[in-house]
């Protein structure tokens, strides 16, 4: 029995294997509304084996959109061209799933293929908010939210978790890593404020610790909620993994049922010493240590390398990205290398041996 193609239970859900697809931004939305690409991106992972297929980082307000592409999920009315896209990946046998996220002062940038950087007033950007008035790099400094806004970003998720719970996602997954809104936060690097929302451990993790809970009280019982956090900011005097082992543990606290294990994003000075599985260590110490389930990302291509993560109790998932662009039939041809037995789509069982 492949340990990577065993099923994984998070309260009622179960995930017909632990090579899950990570939520990767295709800058193909129109006013926040799904479109045909990402009904044929994400349907191939779910056509492909994938155990959950996880949407990209959808933004709970206009403003938090990291690109004027991007997903959204602040309006009602948005609900409905997620409906057919979670239907597709769940008649796969996959879980849907979705990343709720606010850009905060990495927000209104142009669409990578079409250049880098913010995008200016006259080419309809938007001005940027964030912790404290302090810019990513070069970039517009962003305004400082007052307590009143910081509480309509808790509500904000609220309500779009209850969306994409309307929507027909069965996991939702609060995004807190990248240097986005709530990592911002996070990080004392980013996070200057003097109010209870900075300074301490206890208040940089206060926004987080809100934004879960209003998620959790959105979200059904029986299903799970994540958190993607960065476990270190790669810059000294920034966020550490022992930080990150103390906020896991409070998240499970607040019936969080998995971290997903990322890093850095939040400084431009980080030194990030990328290579085959090199976040692979920040998933095992936050699982051993704050006594969560974890996924574990970054670099993992090879299904033996993938199988050792699992096995070894390192993490009870692997969240697949590039990988995946490349192969979405990727879970498919790791059961063959491993000797496995999966299910594959009857429409393509000629091409099986």
């Known amino acids: 029995m492949s340990a990577l193609l065993s099923p994984l239970r998070l ?5 017909r294997n632990r090579a899950w697809v990570s939520p990767m931004c295709q800058y193909s939305s129109r006013d926040g509304h799904p479109t045909d690409w990402h009904l044929a991106h994400l349907g191939s992972f779910a056509r492909g084996g994938a155990g959950l297929v996880m949407a990209e980082a959808t933004a709970v307000a206009p403003e938090g959109r990291i690109s004027p592409a991007d997903a959204g999920l602040w309006s009602d009315a948005q609900v409905d061209g997620y409906r057919r896209i979670t239907t597709f990946v769940a008649a796969q046998g996959a879980v849907p799933a979705i990343q709720l996220a606010h850009a905060g002062r990495k927000a209104s940038t142009h669409v990578p293929w079409e250049g880098r950087g913010p995008v200016p007033a006259e080419a ?14 070069d970039w517009p400094v962003p ?9 309509q970003v808790v509500g904000a998720f609220g309500h779009a978790a209850h969306r994409a719970h309307e929507a027909g996602f069965v996991v939702a997954e609060v995004h807190a890593a990248h240097g986005y809104l709530l990592h ?6 980013s996070n200057h404020r003097s109010d209870a929302y ?8 206060r926004l987080l610790l809100e934004t879960v809970a209003a998620v959790r009280a959105a979200w059904p019982a029986d299903r799970p909620v994540l958190v993607r956090l960065s476990a270190t900011d790669w810059v000294e005097g920034g966020w550490t993994l022992e930080q ?9 606290g607040l019936g969080v049922d998995l971290v997903d294990v990322s890093s850095g994003g939040l400084d431009p000075r980080q030194q990030v010493p990328a290579g085959p599985g090199f976040q692979v260590p920040f998933a095992r110490a936050v699982r051993d240590e704050a006594g969560v389930p974890t996924a574990a990302v970054g670099l993992i291509t090879e299904p033996q390398q993938a199988e050792e993560i699992v096995a070894s109790g390192a993490a009870d998932a692997v969240m697949l ?3 995946m662009l490349r192969d979405p039939h990727w879970p498919l041809r790791a059961a063959d290398a491993l000797g496995a037995e999966v299910r594959w789509p009857p429409q393509y069982l ?4």
């Open 124 to 137: 309809g950007g938007w001005p940027t908010v964030a912790p404290s008035e302090q810019a990513y790099a």
């Open 321 to 323: 990205g590039r990988v």
């Open 350 to 353: 000629r091409a099986r041996w």
């Open 198 to 205: 900075g300074g301490s451990l206890e208040n940089r993790a």
């Open 184 to 189: 911002e936060f996070l990080s004392p690097l």
């Open 11 to 15: 309260r009622s859900v179960r995930t």
């Open 143 to 151: 305004r400082a939210l007052t307590l009143d806004e910081i509480g």
């Open 244 to 252: 990150t082992v103390a906020v896991s543990r409070w998240l499970a």
